[in-house]
Nanobody, 121 residues
């Protein structure tokens, strides 16, 4: 099985930071693009960021551009989402997912279980 496990979520005050991790279990993430998505209560799921298999291509939703940074550590088989200057609007369940190598395309083959991020004072 290709299992993705998110970690690093929790409760943070506005303006604070969190780093989410997406780790591959029992397989390597090296050949996969990894996307981060989020879904807030009452809202549709939205794409947040993606990083290509090589790590040289990244993209971000306009709502998080300049605040979030996606990266990958192939030695640790993990993709990170560094989230800075967090806003209450960032509150959502965050998911990581994988697709073949490139970020282009809409189909992601495997999804993590999701992790809660709550930004509140």
């Amino acid at each position: 099985q290709k299992l993705l496990v998110e970690s690093g979520g929790g409760l943070v005050q506005p303006g604070g930071s969190l780093r989410l991790s997406c780790a591959g279990s029992e397989f390597t993430l090296d050949d996969y693009a990894v996307g981060w998505f989020r879904q807030a209560p009452g809202k549709d799921r939205e794409g947040v960021s993606c990083i290509s298999g090589m790590g040289n291509d990244t993209n971000y939703a306009d709502s998080v551009k300049g605040r979030f940074t996606i990266s990958r550590d192939k030695g640790n088989n993990t993709v990170y989402l560094q989230m800075n200057s967090l806003k209450p609007e960032d509150t959502a369940v965050y998911y990581c997912a994988i697709r073949p190598y490139y970020c282009s395309g809409s189909i992601y083959d495997y999804w993590g279980q999701g992790i809660q991020v709550t930004v509140s004072s």
